[in-house]
């Protein structure tokens, strides 16, 4: 079993800047693909980014691409989201996943296997 806690959400202004980090348990996170999505009330969960189990490879969603940066560090367990140039669009609770290695899409919500409880993160116009 794997445990995924994010932080470093909060308010901040349009423009600016906000990092998330994603902690996880587990001797195997090194293997696992990491992904970043987000909700707002009333919608769906959207997928916003994702890394592969080396760090080589990174996805993002049209909507951040530019702006927001994916990374991890395999050492500490712990994934990053730098979002820069921050929109009000981009309010939202923003939640971590772990995905076991195995074939899928990594902006499909069903490559991962393990979710956090999720951070807000509001930006004010």
């Known amino acids: 079993q794997v445990q995924v806690v994010e932080s470093g959400g909060g308010l901040v202004q349009a423009g600016g800047s906000l990092r998330l980090s994603c902690a996880a348990s587990?001797?195997?996170?090194?293997?696992?693909?990491m992904g970043w999505f987000r909700q707002t009330p009333g919608k769906e969960r959207e997928f916003v980014a994702a890394?592969?189990?080396?760090?080589?490879?990174?996805y993002y969603a049209d909507s951040v691409k530019g702006r927001f940066t994916i990374s991890r560090d395999n050492a500490k367990n712990t994934v990053y989201l730098q979002m820069n140039s921050l929109k009000p669009e981009d309010t939202a609770v923003y939640y971590c996943?772990?995905?076991?290695?195995?074939?899928?899409?990594?902006?499909?919500?069903?490559?991962?296997?393990?979710w956090g409880q999720g951070t807000q993160v509001t930006v004010a116009s």
């Open positions: 996943a772990a995905g076991r290695p195995k074939v899928g899409s990594f902006y499909a919500m069903g490559r991962y296997d393990y």
């Open positions: 890394i592969n189990w080396s760090g080589e490879n990174t």
């Open positions: 587990g001797r195997t996170f090194s293997s696992y693909a």
